[in-house]
């Protein structure tokens, strides 16, 4: 199962202590070698770096640890899979309304199997089309013409939430699917097995990273008004207080903070344990 990351925050913010950890599990603490892909919405517009290689043994990753890039929503993914083609690596970006958009998933799918006349396969049309052949492109192809095809404007925000999660929620009928979207502006976090975030706001504190022996005082770094959320597969920091999303529970942050929030009427919550067993077996 690859593994994700995500960062919303109300001013523009480095993601540099939560990389460091993150960063270890392509390849050091953990097995996710298959590529490595970052993308950043900066205020002035979106960068996005994709490496073939893993996250341990690549330069651009390096790059991404020196660069301090200062971004308000950032989506960094590491690919476990049976190909480590580029054009495969995550996050995909594509434009819609004259916005770009960004995307991993994390999870295995069972597209392939699916028959010319079934609702997913109709879902992409000439619109949006994979470039290369992953399950993940593939659905994110399917969300975005599924927008096409129901709205001539973009919605309202409260609207395009509930059509998001209604669509999440389909694709997670066909296997495992948690994800990561954002246009800049938010970023959508939809659980089907594991899922963390954490908010660090004033009075900030001391974190200390699971995979690493490094520390970092928030109190010294941030701004009294800095909002930050940061989200992971599995908890990056040992001694902060994590929320976990329940399955197919849906969110978008915005700012920092949770704007949008659609949590099942019997939410079940799994462990971490129960979680990766779901992610051996799919």
Known sequence: MCQLLGVNSKNPADIGFSFSG????????????????????????????????AAMDSPIAELVANAKIKALNTIVHLRK??????????????????????????GKMTIEQATDSDPIRQGVSHYYC??????????????????????????????????LTEQCRFLADYGLFNCLLSNGD???????????YVTRQAPFGLATLVDADISIDFQ??????????????????????????????CAIFAEGRIAHQDIPKQPIYLSIEKGLQIAKRA
Request: proline letters at 5%; hydrophobic letters at 40%; charged letters at 25%.
């Open 22 to 53: 993150f960063r270890r599990r392509g390849g050091l603490t953990d097995d996710h070698v298959d590529g490595f892909g970052v993308a950043y919405f900066e205020p002035t517009g979106l960068r996005i770096y994709c490496d073939d290689r």
């Open 81 to 106: 899979s049976d190909d480590s083609l580029l054009r495969n690596a995550h996050p995909f970006v594509r434009e819609i309304w004259g916005e770009s958009w960004a995307f991993s998933h994390n």
């Open 130 to 163: 994979p470039v290369g052949d992953t399950d993940s492109e593939f659905a994110f192809c399917y969300l975005l013409n599924q927008l096409k095809d129901n709205f001539e404007h973009k919605p309202d925000d409260k609207t395009l939430f509930g059509f």
């Open 186 to 196: 938010w970023l959508l976090s939809y659980a089907n097995t594991l899922l963390f």
């Open 220 to 249: 010294q770094v941030n701004d009294p008004d800095d909002v930050i959320t940061v989200l992971a597969t599995i908890p990056l920091t040992a001694n902060e207080d994590w929320q976990q999303l329940a399955v197919n529970e």
